[in-house]
């Protein structure tokens, strides 16, 4: 009790808090004793003023000579289990057990743990610190009257949404599966595409106070050993107070923090998931976020949808064509538009020219102005229809779009030109898969617009480059971010078949450059496909 009193009181000394918040290891571990009342009161103290902490003692045996003890969070456990598989096994069960109890007191808690408890899944703990751990995860502890141990079994049945369709990478023809937020869960949905023994899930923890559970999940063969390294490595650079999601791990771990553009990928569906693992790349599940990350990525791969493998080679390399030039338009439009309009009009057809002047004739403000206001409206009015309620928010963006747009021009704050340009910019904006890497175009987007009106088409052609320059010096886990667009001889310049166009499935027989050099044969063939 008192080693409890002084780990639950106030023990830190002014200095002190920050290194032993930083060092787990300064944390008082608390023992088990044999006498079952202390454990109680040390357990109970420890969750004092929980009104979820459910506890019951209750005597076993022909004439109720053992006392025991078990603890559970209500609702996060699975009550038929603790009913039927726990409860009523030891009440009927250690019924059974002969009366001599001075006769079998040294066997009864290995009596109990190997055939009184009706489940599988137990372990065994010898601190309260880890009891205590075991029961904020969902399971329950069973205590025994003259034990220094405690029993854990696996009851997890908190409530969670189930599996539904992802809403942020939508397919036409595809799995409908989606993560949820319960990690187990999600760790099975990528085995059920997996069905191998060399996939790997290891499992961690990170936060003091949350103790999130973080899985790792490779193929331990293709997955390159330097990578997983350094994954692992960095997840235990740092101590935090938790991890409520896995943006936030993303932001604890990534190459530049200063970059727009993102260098962990993202997603919600299971398939792209396996995908990316039999690549050679590690999937990072965190509990309580549906969002599963993806390490190393590269840009390419920010522009590459589930959808593209599951539907013929050319359409879809068509449509992956476009969403590069949509990613063109949504940063540089604007700032093309007033480089040629401001400085360069001798280059834009001459009828366009005077259409263009013409619509201006009225407008009070310069081009630039009229760009800047139009783009942070349509960007307050994408923010606003992301907040609403489905239904109203798409409602929002199109009708808040149109009346806005529409009495801009009749004011003549805007000319119907500049409309046009930002309504194509942000139109192309929505045609990249990846929300993340959009916001990155997004930021890039008025840089290239203060350069612009300020230098012109000197200026656009210098924003583009800093992008490029940028995008070139980027990595993510060490692997070079615009692959395979340089670098790609490292891997015979396969990498390049599944870039800008996807070339026939039969022909993408190597893994990318995130695997294992000594595994990137993924695909034979034993007959050539007629040409």
């Given amino acids: 009790m008192k080693i409890l009193k002084q780990w639950l009181g106030n023990k830190h000394h002014k200095g002190q808090w920050e290194d032993e918040f930083h060092d787990e290891e300064n944390k008082v571990t608390i ?12 357990l109970e103290l420890l969750f004092k003023d929980c009104g979820d902490f459910v506890k019951r003692k209750f005597p076993v045996g022909v004439n109720k000579e053992i006392n025991m003890y078990i603890a559970y969070i209500d609702l996060m456990i699975d009550r038929r289990i603790i009913e039927e ?17 001075d006769k079998i007191k040294s066997s009864i808690y290995e009596f109990i743990r190997d055939g009184g408890i009706a489940t599988a899944d137990i372990k065994e703990v010898d601190t309260l610190d880890e009891a205590a751990l075991a029961i904020l995860s969902g399971d329950t502890i069973l205590l025994i009257d003259g034990y220094a141990k405690v029993i854990v079994v696996a009851t997890k049945g908190w409530p969670n949404r189930g599996i539904q369709e992802p809403d942020s990478e939508v397919v036409v023809r595809g799995p409908k599966e989606g993560f949820s937020e319960a990690l187990r869960m999600n760790t099975v949905l990528i085995r059920r595409r997996i069905r191998d023994t060399k996939l790997k899930v290891k499992q961690l923890q990170v936060g003091i106070r949350s103790r999130t559970d973080i ?21 235990k650079d740092f101590k935090i107070d938790g991890i409520i999601d896995s943006g936030h791990l993303e932001q604890l771990i990534e190459d530049d923090w200063r970059s727009p553009f993102p260098q962990i990928q993202s997603t919600q569906r299971p398939d792209k998931a396996a995908s990316a693992i039999l690549e050679g790349r590690i999937a990072i599940i965190v509990d309580n976020t549906p969002f599963v990350l993806l390490v190393p990525t590269t ?42 309009t401001d400085y360069h009009p001798s280059m834009i057809p001459t009828q366009l020219t005077m259409a263009i002047t013409a619509s201006r004739e009225q407008v009070p403000f310069p081009s630039v102005i009229e760009v800047v206001l139009m783009e942070l409206a349509f960007e307050l009015l994408r923010e606003a229809g992301t907040r609403l309620p489905g239904p109203i928010g798409s ?21 119907p030109i500049v409309v046009i340009v930002v309504s194509v910019t942000a139109i192309s904006s929505f045609a990249i898969p990846d929300n993340a890497l959009t916001v990155g175009f997004r930021l890039v987007k008025f840089l290239i617009i203060g350069l612009s009106a300020v230098m012109g088409l000197y200026g656009f052609l210098l924003g583009v480059l800093i992008v490029l320059i940028h995008l070139v010096s980027l990595k ?14 490292i891997n015979q310049y396969e990498d390049i078949k599944d870039s800008i166009f996807r070339v026939p499935t039969f022909m993408m027989n190597r893994r990318p450059i995130f695997s294992s050099p000594d595994k990137r044969v993924r695909l034979k063939t034993k007959k050539k496909k007629n040409e």
């Fill in 395 to 415: 409602t929002i963006g199109i009708v808040g779009g149109l009346i806005i747009g529409q009495a801009a021009v009749e004011a003549k704050i805007v000319s």
């Fill in 215 to 235: 899985a790792l999940m490779y193929i331990e063969d293709i997955v390159r050993k330097d990578i997983l390294e350094d994954v692992e490595k960095r997840l």
């Fill in 476 to 489: 993510s886990f060490n692997m070079p971010y615009m692959s395979p667009f340089v670098s790609a001889g």
């Fill in 299 to 340: 840009l390419n791969s920010f522009f590459q949808s589930s959808e593209d493998y599951y539907q013929r080679w050319s359409i879809m390399s068509f449509t992956r064509m476009i969403r590069y030039i949509a990613a063109f338009f949504s940063a540089g439009v604007p700032g093309l538009y007033l480089a040629l």
């Fill in 85 to 101: 598989s726990l409860l009523e096994q030891l009440m009927l069960q250690v019924r059974s057990v002969p009366p001599q109890m």
């Fill in 31 to 42: 023992p088990l004793s044999k006498d079952l009342e202390t454990n109680i009161k040390n």
